[in-house]
């Protein structure tokens, strides 16, 4: 299965926009990229998913360029309530999601 | 709350017993999966069931876990002779076949302490 590599941690303060960057030289056409947001004694949460270019909802961006071998979740104006362990996944043909670390972000007052 | 539900929460245990963890799974949803996290780690993988047929066990998945699905709905998971290697958090997710994202929808996880 493809495996994707991001930061194991960053640091940001309230109100500053982070982003946090995965790389996934090896993606295959039919995946996908998906985003999900753990917070500690909880179960992951999904966040975004997309394909190519560019996914805005409610709670985050996600930038994916043309070749797709990387993608750039985007997290505007952060808060305290937003600390919690990010995970970039590849998803699509496959029955299973697979974990990596993930990336901690701790957001500062 | 009809979302993904565990039970129990958190059990502690001396090396060798036997535990079983229950999964109440999105009642729509036909897919169910099992994950271990052990601290700073993400989920690891370790079975799969689309409606009650396990289609898919993880190498993680020794002869001493076994896990079930008998109706396709709620799933069960037994550890046998418990190990303090198996201390870790045991999460459940579930998902619907053919929805868009393939979005897996996590339990709060059910937190195992081997003794």
């Known amino acids: 299965l493809a495996k994707t590599t991001q930061p194991i941690s960053m640091d940001s303060y309230e109100g500053q926009e982070v982003n946090i960057t995965c790389s996934h030289n090896n993606i295959a056409t039919n995946d996908y990229i998906t985003w999900y947001q753990q917070f500690p004694s909880q179960g992951p949460r999904f966040i975004i998913q997309g394909y190519k270019t560019k996914v805005t909802n409610e709670v985050a961006s996600l930038f994916i360029p043309a070749d797709r071998k990387s993608s750039t979740l985007s997290l505007p104006r952060v808060s305290l309530s937003d600390t919690a362990v990010y995970y970039c996944l590849l998803s699509g043909g496959y029955n299973k999601l697979i974990f990596g670390a993930g990336t901690r972000l701790a957001v500062h007052p | 709350d009809t979302g993904v539900s565990q039970d129990p929460r958190h059990k502690i245990t001396k090396r060798g017993q036997n535990v079983t963890f229950r999964c109440d799974p999105i009642s729509e949803h036909n897919r169910l999966y099992w994950y271990r996290q052990t601290l700073g780690q993400g989920p690891e993988f370790l079975t799969y069931f689309q409606n009650e047929a396990q289609l898919e066990k993880s190498r993680l998945l020794s002869d001493r876990f076994s896990a079930e699905r008998p109706k396709g709905s709620f799933s069960t998971l037994e550890i046998q002779r418990t190990e303090q290697g198996d201390s870790a958090m045991y999460l459940c997710?579930?998902?619907?076949?053919?929805?868009?994202?393939?979005?897996?929808?996590f339990g709060e996880g059910s937190r195992l302490t081997v003794l």
């Open positions: 997710a579930s998902s619907r076949q053919g929805s868009g994202t393939g979005e897996l929808f």
